[in-house]
């Protein structure tokens, strides 16, 4: 039976940064909570696009024209094959993250961070 899922309960779980933890799935996608600070690398998913929300905090995505900056409420998707780069420059942001299943965080598995069920 379907439960509502209350995200300040799931974030309070983790502490680990850039370590995704999956918090629902449906269809053929999952739900991802991350805790974000400082910066990752470039990199880009060949198959999938991604969403960044950001639930706290602010995150910022770096392409190679140009930086947007999101804060809370704020969200943007990423197309698949985007070169692009996470951060959070200001502290922990904490986003919510929707990436199709079974996708490396990195878009590179051999770098990969692959997301749990919290």
Known sequence: MPTKIALADKFAQ???QWAPRIVARFNDSEVRLCKLE???HWHHHADT???FLV?????EIDFADR???LGPGEMIVVPCG????PRAPHGEAKVFVMDAEGTP???DAETATIAVDL
């Open 105 to 107: 965080n990195t878009g």
């Open 38 to 40: 400082g910066e990752f």
């Open 55 to 59: 639930i706290e905090g602010e995150l």
């Open 14 to 16: 983790f502490s680990e």
């Open 82 to 85: 985007t070169e692009h780069r």
């Open 67 to 69: 930086t947007e900056r």
């Open 49 to 51: 696009d991604e969403m």
